[in-house]
Each structure stands twice: as C-alpha cells, then as structure tokens.
C-alpha cells in the first residue's frame, strides 16, 4: 500500500504509469531534474507544490529499497563464491 497526499492506493503500482505514460515521464523528469538541483518552481524546497513533494520522497525510497537489495543480492553472490571456492 502507498499513501500519497493522505490517500491511500492499493492498486498495482505500474498500472497508473501503464495508462498515462507520459504523465509520469513528466513527473520523472522533474524528479531527475530535482537531484541536479533544478526545480520546477521558483523558490527552495519550501516552494514546491507539496504532491510533488511527497512523491519524491516516495520515489526516493522505492529506490533506496532497491538498491538496498542489489547489494544484498550482490552480498549473497560474493558469500556463494566464497564458500564455493573454499570447498576447493
């Protein structure tokens, strides 16, 4: 479940993105754009329309998340190997 705007969403999360792909490539844009500094309004963080906000720090975590189990997945390979070769 993901809560947005107080709002909670049960659904697949790829069947929004699945039916207006280019709303959330806009959204996307500006999420890259936001790691290099830029953003949509003038102003600070502060100034940001708050959904957008809010979907950032959700898009942050879906990718942390996934990383977190990159390395993981990575951790397991290394440790296989490692007991693989030690059997040698």
């Given at each position: 479940m993901l809560i947005i705007d107080g709002e909670?969403?049960?659904?697949?999360?790829?069947?929004?993105?699945?039916?207006?792909p280019g709303h959330y490539a806009d959204i996307f844009y500006l999420?890259?754009?936001?790691?290099?500094?830029?953003?949509?309004?003038?102003?600070?963080?502060?100034?940001?329309?708050?959904?957008?906000?809010?979907l950032f720090r959700e898009t942050d975590a879906a990718l942390r998340k996934v990383e977190q189990h990159k390395e993981e997945q990575e951790a397991a390979k290394r440790r296989r190997r490692a007991v693989g070769s030690a059997r040698r």
């Open positions: 909670e969403h049960r659904r697949c999360p790829r069947r929004p993105i699945l039916e207006d999420y890259r754009q936001s790691k290099e500094g830029y953003l949509p309004e003038d102003g600070g963080l502060s100034n940001q329309p708050a959904k957008l906000m809010e």
